[in-house]
């Protein structure tokens, strides 16, 4: 006879301001509540404390996670999703009391040394279920045994599903009246400092100049210190006849999330800004410049390559293709994400 309530540890950063990250866990959850009514979602981060903009929710450091399952009794351990899969941790807990261990479509930034394909291997030997969130996460496993690992998309693509569109639509009325945000706007994005805020300021020239719209810079990735860099390259681009604005006040991600699905377009170096957006139809341009493979993973996923900017330089011809493409092939994607979530909860 089934448990009457469902207890899932899951594994991430969720005790960090960062966007994507964050999201992770009320996807989950929500998935888990649509297939079945009682289940206790309980989270594991390194450092673990409270669960950045969501006052009460806990997260426990990862050091706890055996202390807790005697408690509680996980009927799963959930990985994912993010960059998690390296090699600087172990099985122990899920091998010693037998847990069904799950991945819940997490990337491998990097691929694996031949000398550490044994680990890998024991790594996916050691888990029940198998979903990397991307080709290139896949393909970063190299040599080891991989004919279990189903690649399934992050699954924040689904997140309009959780945050109905109507929902945000009021949300973001308050937001407009609150910041005078245009009607007419793109967001943009960096976490990290601009070499040259003159290509920038040019790039943004050419797009405005195109479409029109208001810049509204808006940091995403606190932790990645998005705001200072923000900030600084705001001020030195904002005397270049810009329709610009900075939201310097630190939102929420759901807030984030109704500012991103009213805008035109989304450029920036978040892979979730750029997620999220697609997921409610709005076209993205993602600026790669650390050539990261997360980034062109999930473009590749939404056959969007050409709305990938290396540099300033490529971020008009970017926009272009988004913009002319219009609202992003997501459909299948989250077609998949929910199969993926039948999977992972049966």
Request: proline fraction near 5%; glycine fraction near 6%.
């Amino acid at each position: 006879m089934p448990k009457e309530i469902l207890t899932v540890a899951q594994i991430g950063t969720f005790d960090c301001k960062n966007f994507g990250d964050l999201l992770f866990p009320n996807v989950l959850e929500w998935h888990l509540k649509k297939r079945r009514k009682n289940v206790e979602l309980v989270l594991f981060s390194p450092i673990g404390g409270e669960k950045p903009f969501e006052c009460g929710t806990i997260v426990h450091p990862i050091c706890d996670l055996e202390k807790l399952h005697r408690e509680k009794h996980f009927d799963a351990i959930v990985i994912g999703g993010g960059d998690l899969i390296r090699l600087d941790g172990g099985w122990a807990s899920q091998e010693k009391y037998d847990i069904p261990l799950l991945w819940n479509s997490p990337g491998v930034p990097f691929p694996f040394a031949a000398e550490q394909t044994p680990l890998v291997k024991r790594a996916l030997d050691a888990a029940d279920y198998l979903s990397v969130r991307d080709e290139t996460s896949l393909e970063n496993l190299g040599e080891a045994d991989v004919h279990r690992v189903v690649v399934s998309p992050d699954t924040v693509f689904t997140i309009d599903g959780l945050y109905p569109r109507e929902k945000m639509d009021s949300l973001f009325l308050r937001l407009r009246e609150r910041f005078g945000f245009a009607d007419d706007f793109m967001v943009f994005q960096v976490n990290q400092p601009v070499a040259s805020p003159d290509a920038c300021a040019a790039a943004l020239q050419d797009v405005q100049a195109k479409y029109g719209c208001e810049i509204v810079f808006m940091p995403i990735g606190y932790v990645h210190t998005d705001r200072e860099c923000m900030r600084v390259l705001y001020d030195a681009v904002s005397d270049r006849s810009l329709k610009m604005r900075f939201v310097a006040e630190e939102l929420s991600p759901v807030e984030m999330i109704a500012v991103l699905s009213h805008a035109r377009c989304f450029i920036g170096t978040s892979l979730h800004g750029s997620v999220v957006s697609s997921a409610y139809g709005v076209p993205a341009v993602a600026l790669n410049f650390a050539n990261l493979a997360k980034i062109r993973g999930a473009f590749r996923l939404l056959g969007a390559q050409d709305c990938l900017a290396a540099d300033f330089a490529g971020v008009p011809a970017a926009a272009d293709a988004a913009l002319q493409r219009g609202a992003p092939a997501v459909a299948e994607l989250q077609r998949q994400g929910e199969e993926h979530m039948d999977r992972l909860i049966s």
